[in-house]
C-alpha cells in the first residue's frame, strides 16, 4: 500500500497517472489496428518522456526504471499490439518500475 505521507508519493501517483494513459492507448491499439501510428506516436513522444522525466527528477534517475521504459518503447516500436501490452505489464506490478501497482 502507498503510504500517503513518503515525499514521493505524488510522483509515484504521477507516474500511475501516466501509466494509465498508456493503459488506454495499448488497449485502443489492441481493438483497433489502424490506430497503430498515432499509439505509438503518443507513447514514445509524449508519455514514455514524460515517465523518463518523472524517474529523472524524483526517483533518482534509476537505471531499472530506465531499462523497464526502455523496453516497453522498443516494443511500442513494433507493430505488435500484443506484444507492447506484454511489455507495459512490467509498469503493472512488482519490479523494476515506479511502484503504481502498490496503489
Request: aromatic share 6%; hydrophobic share 45%.
Amino acid at each position: 500500500m502507498l503510504d500517503l505521507d513518503h515525499p514521493r508519493s505524488r510522483h509515484v501517483l504521477e507516474a500511475a497517472r501516466i501509466e494509465d494513459l498508456i493503459r488506454r492507448q495499448l488497449l485502443a491499439w489492441r481493438d483497433d489496428r489502424a490506430l497503430a501510428s498515432s499509439v505509438r506516436a503518443d507513447i514514445l513522444c509524449n508519455l514514455l518522456p514524460q515517465l523518463e522525466a518523472l524517474n529523472a527528477e524524483h526517483f533518482g534517475a534509476s537505471k531499472k526504471i530506465h531499462r523497464t521504459l526502455d523496453a516497453l518503447g522498443r516494443t511500442v516500436q513494433g507493430a505488435d499490439a500484443d506484444a507492447a501490452w506484454q511489455a507495459f505489464g512490467k509498469l503493472d506490478g512488482p519490479g523494476d518500475n515506479f511502484g503504481t501497482w502498490a496503489i
